[in-house]
Nanobody, 121 residues
Framework: QVHLVESGGALVQPGGSLRLSCEAS????????MAWYRQAPGKQRELVAS???????NYLDTVKGRFTISRNTAQKTVDLQMNRLKPEDTAVYYC???????????????WGQGTQVTVSS
């Protein structure tokens, strides 16, 4: 079983920066992808960024050029550096990981509390 713990969420002003961190523990053998999702109030959860073991990274169009995902395979962590934050980035952010048996967190399962990011003046 894999356990994911997010941290780093906060209240920040528009244009500000924030860095989220996620640490994976447990049976992480074959962890190919680490990713960040977010869910804003009243909206569906969406994939924000993903980092693949081969080095590739993918981003939601609305965060390209502002967010950077980085992972440390040895430490089993993934960070999300968020710059030039906008009010529409306000959401609960969740970490996820793809291991040999599939995604650790799946639709319909409990994703936990995540970490709250609020962008407001």
């Amino acid at each position: 079983q894999v356990h994911l713990v997010e941290s780093g969420g906060a209240l920040v002003q528009p244009g500000g920066s924030l860095r989220l961190s996620c640490e994976a523990s447990g049976n992480t053998f074959g962890m190919d992808i680490m990713a960040w999702y977010r869910q804003a109030p009243g909206k569906q959860r969406e994939l924000v960024a993903s980092a693949h073991s081969g080095g590739d990274a993918n981003y939601l169009d609305t965060v390209k050029g502002r967010f950077t995902i980085s992972r440390n395979t040895a430490q089993k962590t993934v960070d999300l550096q968020m710059n030039r934050l906008k009010p529409e980035d306000t959401a609960v952010y969740y970490c996820n990981a793809f291991i040999e048996s599939g995604w650790v967190r799946r639709e319909g399962s409990d994703w936990g509390q995540g970490t709250q990011v609020t962008v407001s003046s």
